[in-house]
């Protein structure tokens, strides 16, 4: 069974500072998908990763993927009060089709001016 | 193009009444999905599709029906509501097996009181 788990849940941090969330899936996948989700509204795609080392970086933002460790990343550079909001990532496979997606928790970050 | 759009954006329903969530897409999307969201655990598929007259189920389809006669619509059926499915759906579509990414619809909260 495909498990997706994301950490930490909630993250409080000040303008400026850098910060990691990550997300560790059960099993083999090469899709990893970053989602971004403001209160009361839908999910925004953030990246698409899609290979072994896959990087790909928009604005304070940047995402990796290790497919041997089973854990992708999200990097959040000097952040900013425009980058609070819930953070999900998702992996594709459930049931051996990578076009359905399993769901991590969610990461709410609240960045603090 | 519209994208992916749902309806209604709100609905409140009494338990055992029973109700059709729309879904449409005019991007020529082969597959589209349910998923719910409930606070706390992410999004869980619920039913998707590959294409006109083929539905299968997801991680949570019971109390669910779907069927999907053109490739435009997708519409999801409580069929007796109960509190249990009080929640937010969204309704998702991507092009391929492997798609690079999934577009999600604006979503529909529900109450079952």
């Known amino acids: 069974e495909l498990k997706v788990e994301q950490n930490p849940l909630f993250l409080s941090m000040q303008e400026g500072k850098n910060y990691t969330i990550y997300c560790n899936y059960s099993t083999t996948s090469d899709r990893l998908y970053w989602y971004r989700q403001d209160p009361g509204k839908s999910l925004e795609s953030l990246f698409v990763l899609l290979s072994n080392g896959a990087v790909k970086q928009e604005g304070r933002l940047m995402a990796s993927l290790d497919t041997k460790a089973r854990l992708s990343t999200l990097h959040i550079t000097a952040a900013v009060h425009d980058l609070s909001a819930t953070y999900f990532c998702a992996v594709g496979g459930y049931g051996g089709a990578t076009n359905k997606l399993i769901f991590g928790t969610g990461t709410l970050l609240a960045v603090q001016p | 193009n519209a994208g992916v759009t749902q309806t209604p954006k709100f609905q409140v329903l009494k338990t055992g009444q029973s109700m059709t969530l729309q879904c449409a897409q005019d991007m020529n999307h082969e597959y589209m999905s349910w998923y719910r969201q409930d606070p706390g655990m992410g999004l869980r598929l619920i039913h998707y599709?590959?294409?006109?007259?083929?539905?299968d189920q997801g991680e949570v389809p019971n109390g669910y029906n779907v069927s999907r006669s053109t490739t435009e619509d997708f519409p999801l059926r409580l069929l007796s509501a109960a509190p249990s499915q009080t929640s937010v759906y969204f309704c998702?579509?991507?092009?391929?097996?492997?798609?690079?990414?999934?577009?999600f619809g604006p979503g529909t909260r529900l109450t079952v009181t």
């Open positions: 998702a579509s991507s092009y391929g097996l492997n798609p690079s990414e999934q577009y």
């Open positions: 599709s590959v294409g006109a007259g083929i539905t």
